[in-house]
């Protein structure tokens, strides 16, 4: 494994405070970059400091969207330690997307090393307010200068590190979402379960008329039969039916969330019945109608858990538990919060000590 370079910047900035934060557009001091080329694999991984990136115009990324990337969290516990929180399964679900982009696949010990170095480096960037987070992404995009379509030869992976803000500061209160009839996100055999930037390119247009008529986000159904439910625009979706946690299952046009495994893990553990199975939108609202639809929520890195107060369906809309955050949505953001902040003891090994304050 090639030694990871420090070089470190003249110029450190002053850190926010936790209420300034916001999510996503404030950026630690360092980076960590490493670079591929054919024929020479990744090699050169250093730790620079944030800065703009140098590449040609005709970088292949800028044409034709070859890049994939992951959001991930690091915590600063009551303890002062810095922690992450699954780790592993983030890199490994890295590399499927980049399996999936063509993309060479990374070597997930140095990638972990890098970054874990690059946390220690910039560990006071870590807010320690309860909720708030240091968001890391990590991402490869592809550099080749030409502009014909083809599978790029050259590539360049950075890690960049955002602390932010509580995503609940306003209270954890349910979001109402517009069920997607007219435009769809992904279908079987494309890119629906990579974490890549073309997903998001094709979301946009339904999201921009989900806000314009006051809705939070999109939940998606499948491009084909428009029938059964993929999952919401950042976040994969529950539903609980009479006593029963239901989640679409992984059919390849669906991104495999961890929080959504967390969820599953958690909910099995606890005695939940639970099942990965197709999930139409009219059971959905079958079950609303006869009684039995407890809780909807959606799970993801950012919020955790987003409970779902109203869904609204070809101008149908139905309000979910009054509107209301349900015990198993609050159990499950109590207990993953509990365990990220350090507060519940870690029983699953889903956490490890990165850096010390
Ligand atoms: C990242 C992401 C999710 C949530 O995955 P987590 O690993 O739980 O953060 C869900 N859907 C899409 C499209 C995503 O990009």
Not at 159 to 182: N, T, W
Not at 210 to 219: D, S, W, Y
Not at 298 to 320: C, D, R
Request: hydrophobic letters at 40%; one cysteine or more; aromatic letters at 12%.
């Amino acid at each position: 494994m090639s030694e990871i370079k420090v070089s470190r910047t003249e110029k450190p900035r002053t850190i926010p405070d936790a209420a300034g934060l916001g999510f996503g557009h404030i950026f630690a001091d360092h980076m960590f970059v490493m670079d591929y080329e054919t024929g020479k694999g990744w090699h050169n991984p250093s730790i620079i400091p944030y800065d703009e990136f140098c590449m040609f115009p005709s970088a292949m990324v800028l044409h034709y969207g070859q890049a994939i990337f992951e959001g991930m969290k690091a915590f600063r516990t009551a303890d002062n330690e810095i922690t992450l929180f699954r780790s592993q399964d983030y890199l490994n679900r890295f590399n499927r997307s980049a399996e999936i982009l063509c993309i060479p696949q990374v070597d997930i010990k140095m990638v972990y090393e890098g970054l874990k170095k690059l946390i220690q480096l910039d560990k006071v960037w870590v807010p320690d307010a309860f909720g708030t987070s240091l968001y890391i992404r990590p991402f490869i995009f592809a550099t080749d200068p030409y502009v014909g379509v083809k599978v790029s030869d050259t590539y360049k992976l950075a890690i960049i590190l955002s602390p932010s803000g509580a995503y609940y500061s306003g209270g954890f209160d349910p979001v109402s979402i517009r069920v997607e009839d007219k435009f769809v996100r992904a279908v079987h055999g494309g890119l629906g379960e990579a974490k890549t930037p073309a997903n998001y390119a094709a979301s946009l247009r339904a999201q921009v008329e989900a806000k314009k008529e006051g809705f939070t986000q999109v939940l998606w159904l499948d491009a084909v039969e428009r029938k059964y439910i993929e999952e919401v625009g950042t976040m994969n979706i529950f539903f609980k039916i009479n006593g029963e946690l239901i989640t679409p299952a992984l059919t390849g046009s669906i991104l495999g969330g961890i929080t959504r495994r967390t969820v599953l893990e958690l909910a099995r553990h606890w005695g939940i019945p639970v099942s990965e199975r197709l999930i139409s939108i009219d059971e959905v609202y079958e079950a609303y109608n006869n009684g039995t639809l407890e809780e909807v929520f959606g799970s993801g890195t950012a919020a955790v858990i987003s409970p779902v107060g109203e869904l609204s369906w070809k101008g149908n809309n139905i309000v979910i538990n009054d509107n209301k955050t349900g015990p198993l949505a609050q159990k499950l953001f109590d207990y993953v919060t509990g365990l990220q902040y350090g507060k519940v003891k870690d029983t699953f090994g889903w956490l490890e000590t990165v850096a010390k304050i």
